[in-house]
């Protein structure tokens, strides 16, 4: 098929009455009520070991604010299952309806996220708005699974059925926000659905809500947020017939007011709170961190954060960038912990009170070491992002050990026991342009591992900081490398799915064939940055 021709059909039409009901009317499923005040840590912990580790196939919706994630299972429906009543429909679609009148709104963005955890959107007038909250908006297939701007072959190194389809943007109400930095617009999240009804299981948000459900069914919830870096230029200029762009002055907290008023104050807007941000280590260079929170929200937060940045620093004419100059990606760091399934308590947390990880954290910790090679092949997706790894060495290695420890800046993973926060995980093998759903999705997997296994790794006594393994953990300094071990680790393959492995690794080699000008392509300018 020719370079950007897609076989586009009224999607409407394709849908049986029954998954019409169930798009107009939602489905959510109540949390499981049963009393776990009183569950000790072992008998959690002997719970989890008798989950089934099989993924089943599943339809993912959202409920409003306020009310529990939920997760509908074909093979394994709640007890607590029931469908929305009417009023909590209409009670949201009220609110929404007030805010477009309040806002003059004109347009509404329905947006999802791309392999890269790039926004794809279509916009609607708003008018249309109830309508498409019924029937979803129609988006070809490729711009989420397919690599931007192929070339005419470029659909040889992915094959699919349906690749050449539609698919379907179905809104997330609770994610309907006024965006302070475009004009009379408003977004909303979706998930992704083909014309039958079915999750697109190359999704990463329906992959990352997979594995959170998993994690629920497990008696957990995890608290987690992101800590961005991210690099503002000056618009570029053609110096010599080169494209130049400098960085822009240090960003101090007394620095381009306004630029920092406005970021800060619409992602907070868009329901992304902003706990800090400072001045990083480059010139031009500024971290952003989050407010943690349960569930999916913390990567919908940075999936904001990643859009809204450079929406904003355009209207100073100024580049916000994710990717380096000189070469290196930013870091995004995952921090989180593990709570039980109710969010009263931090699993990570001593009784004792003494600042280390409880028997629980540190299996959730040889999870991520286990699995840190594969882990490293989602989290730094480019051939840039794992120059970081080797910390600059010119020490010729094909691999680095992983590394953990207490309060050190420097490990991979970093455990942090001070702070009103609690005990937490800081998981740094990630950078600024790994897709946040794919990172939280990928560390709830192997942290489940951890939990449910130890294979290769052995825990030390419960009055010990060490962690004994009996194979230790290398990251893989090649994207080749990686992509092998993600590809040979059957924990992840079985937890991401096998369809979004094969899409997710021929995108990689593709890009490798053409490193040099995707290199190009991106210093500067609009897709990964």
Avoid at 100 to 114: I, P, S
Avoid at 177 to 192: F, Y
């Amino acid at each position: 098929m020719m370079k950007g021709t897609f076989y586009r059909r009224d999607c409407k039409n394709y849908f049986d009455p029954i998954y019409t009901d169930i798009f107009r009317d939602k489905i959510f499923i109540s949390q499981d009520t049963r009393d776990e005040g009183n569950e000790t840590e072992a008998n959690r912990m002997s719970k989890l070991r008798r989950t089934r580790k099989k993924v089943t196939k599943q339809h993912l919706f959202s409920t409003e604010v306020g009310e529990m994630d939920i997760s509908n299972s074909k093979d394994n429906t709640r007890d607590g299952t029931q469908l929305p009543t009417t009023p909590h429909i209409s009670s949201r679609m009220k609110h929404i309806k007030q805010e477009m009148v309040k806002n003059h709104l004109q347009f509404v963005r329905f947006e999802a996220t791309d392999l890269h955890g790039v926004s794809r959107s279509k916009s609607i007038p708003a008018h249309f708005f109830q309508e498409k909250v019924i029937h979803g908006v129609c988006m070809p297939r490729g711009y989420l699974e397919l690599i931007p701007n192929p070339k005419d072959d470029e659909v040889d190194h992915i094959r699919a059925t349906c690749f050449n389809s539609d698919i379907v943007l179905m809104p997330e109400l609770s994610t309907f926000r006024v965006l302070p930095w475009a004009e009379r617009t408003a977004r909303v999240i979706c998930d992704t659905f083909t014309v039958t009804g079915e999750p697109l299981l190359t999704s990463p948000r329906y992959i990352a809500k997979r594995q959170l459900s998993q994690l629920q069914d497990s008696g957990f919830s995890l608290l987690s947020a992101f800590i961005y870096d991210f690099c503002i230029f000056a618009v570029p200029e053609i110096i010599n017939s080169k494209t130049i762009s400098f960085p822009a002055s240090t960003l101090l907290n007394n620095h381009d007011q306004p630029f920092i008023q406005e970021l800060v104050d619409g992602l907070y807007h868009t329901g992304a709170n902003v706990e800090s941000f400072s001045s990083s280590t480059r010139p031009g260079q500024m971290e952003i961190c989050f407010l943690p929170e349960f569930g999916i929200s913390a990567a919908d937060n940075a999936f904001t954060l990643r859009t809204g940045v450079k929406e904003v620093a355009r209207k100073y004419n100024y580049i916000a960038s994710f990717f380096i100059e000189t070469g290196f990606c930013n870091s995004g760091i995952l921090s989180h912990s593990l709570w039980d399934v109710d969010g009263k308590e931090n699993m990570f947390c001593s009784s004792s009170g003494i600042e280390e990880l409880t028997i629980t954290g540190k299996k959730w910790l040889a999870g991520l070491l286990k699995h840190s090679a594969a882990l490293s092949c989602l989290m730094a997706p480019a051939v840039s992002c794992r120059k970081r790894y080797s910390k600059e060495s010119k020490d010729l290695k094909d691999s680095v050990p992983t590394t953990w420890g207490y309060n050190d800046n420097s490990c991979a993973f970093n455990i942090k026991c001070h702070g009103e926060k609690g005990t937490r995980i800081e998981n740094k093998l990630g950078s600024a342009t790994a897709n946040p759903y794919l990172v939280l999705a990928a560390t709830v997997a192997a942290g489940l591992d951890g939990l449910q296994s130890s294979d290769g790794v052995l825990v030390g006594p419960d009055d010990s900081t060490d962690l004994y393994q009996s194979k230790p953990s290398e990251i893989p300094l090649k994207l080749e490398d990686a992509l092998v071990a993600l590809e040979e680790d059957q924990c992840l393959r079985q937890a991401l799915g096998e369809t979004f492995i094969r899409y997710f690794v021929a995108m990689k080699k593709y890009e490798l064939e053409n490193e040099e000008t995707d290199a190009e392509r991106n210093k500067f300018l609009e897709y990964f940055i």
